[in-house]
């Protein structure tokens, strides 16, 4: 390896993309296009970094495998920081095989902890424990060492772990200072903000105020009945019912528990229940039968009563019902929530992390975009959606060893 790859890939490990480009940028063998494919990316020209990549992935010989797998690591970074998620996961798997085979640990736990964030952004979040919790990062660079801590962050976010989260990030930003990379720093400092920023609404006693991920912790610890409407159940210390498929069940409930101790109206719940259409015989008779459904499923939790005028709930346990609601809670709020992490999404990658169809998530995207929420640039399979304004971008691309043709 000759000493203008060494440095640049040096350059690169600390977070230099300029300084990498003086060293080989001029330059057209393939360990040379390596390092400007990751250059180019790391100062955010994605299609230039993927050209270059592709070309020195072609460029090395059959004997130069290690080389490849690094390029299609890299590639598949490159596909991650811009949202494409529709590139095969199978051929980070085969990089990643290759790159343990040939005793390249770092790069191989580089590669896994990138497919554990691809599972992560799909919401696949069992499996992406599952793979988290096979290797070790302690032997790791510090750079991927704060990468790796950022993923258990965001897991443990997921999971309504605030302390986990926090911890893990108290980790994440020691280690981004050792490496000394800015834009890894930045990352981890972004992800505090997040982790500071309130996540839901509590509605309690005809009132509501914003909850911290930490306080939504303590409440769902605590032994007050929580009508959870971010996750679609009805839970205590004791159990939890899910309603994940029984929407007009859970708006019943929900509106029961908001306005706990005292019942709602029947034609409330009528017109939350079924569409606002106005109250008949034949839609009291319907309540009656729903009504009837959602006491036997919650008769382990609360008592679902008939009073003079509606419905009321008097739990069995707890002493108080709170209602955990959504920020905001529009019809696209899932679709927002995702374009809101500040990268620009194509809209068939945001129809893979949703689980919808594409041309559902393009009709979502086009509402969206005529009340001014989102906005779109691009032609085409270029397309990509964010929210305005455009936010400011910063990649932590980390495959930064030298690309040598072994």
Not at 388 to 404: D, N, V
Request: hydrophobic fraction near 50%.
């Amino acid at each position: 390896m000759d000493s203008l790859i060494t440095a640049a890939g040096r350059a690169l490990a600390a977070g230099d993309p300029l300084g990498a480009l003086q060293r080989v940028a001029l330059r057209e063998d393939p360990p040379a296009l390596a390092l400007r494919g990751i250059a180019m990316a790391q100062l955010g020209d994605f299609v230039r970094a993927k050209a270059l990549l592709r070309r020195a992935a072609r460029g090395f010989g059959p004997r130069e495998a290690v080389a490849r797998a690094r390029c299609g690591v890299a590639e598949a970074e490159i596909a991650l920081a811009s949202r494409d998620l529709r590139w095969p996961a199978r051929a980070l798997d085969a990089a990643r095989t290759t790159l343990e085979a040939h005793g390249d640990w770092v790069n191989a736990a580089h590669a896994r902890t990138l497919e554990v964030r691809h599972l992560l952004l799909i919401g696949r979040l069992d499996e992406a424990e599952m793979r988290l919790a096979q290797f070790d990062p302690s032997p790791l660079p510090a750079a991927l060492r704060a990468v790796h801590d950022l993923v258990v962050a965001g897991i443990a976010a997921r999971r309504l772990r605030a302390r986990a989260a926090r911890a893990a990030l108290t980790r994440a930003a020691a280690a981004a200072r050792q490496a000394g990379i800015p834009a890894l720093a930045a990352e981890v400092e972004s992800a505090f903000l997040a982790l500071n920023r309130p996540a839901a609404r509590l509605i309690a006693g005809g009132a509501e105020r914003p909850l911290l991920l930490d306080e939504v912790e303590v409440l769902l610890a605590s032994p007050s009945l929580v009508v959870d409407a971010c996750r679609h159940l009805v839970r205590d210390a004791q159990a939890a019912v899910s309603f994940t498929r029984r929407p007009v069940l859970f708006a019943l409930a929900r509106a029961l528990g908001e306005a706990w101790p005292a019942d709602v109206p029947r034609d409330r719940l009528i017109a939350l229940a079924f569409g606002g259409k106005q109250a008949d015989d034949s839609h009291r008779a319907r309540l009656r039968v729903e009504a009837g459904r959602l006491r036997a499923v919650l008769r382990p939790l609360v008592r679902v009563s008939a009073t003079r005028r509606g419905y009321a709930l008097a739990p069995r346990y707890a002493a108080e019902v709170v209602v955990l609601a959504r920020l905001a809670e529009e019809r696209h709020a899932a679709l927002l929530a995702l374009l809101g992490d500040g990268e620009a999404w194509s809209s068939s990658s945001l129809a893979v992390a949703l689980g919808a169809s594409q041309r559902t998530v393009q009709r979502a995207l086009d509402a969206l975009a005529a009340t001014g929420k989102a906005q779109c640039f691009g032609h085409g399979r270029a397309r990509r959606w964010l929210v305005p304004p455009m936010p400011r971008f910063t990649t932590g691309l980390l495959l930064s060893a030298p690309l040598p043709s072994d």
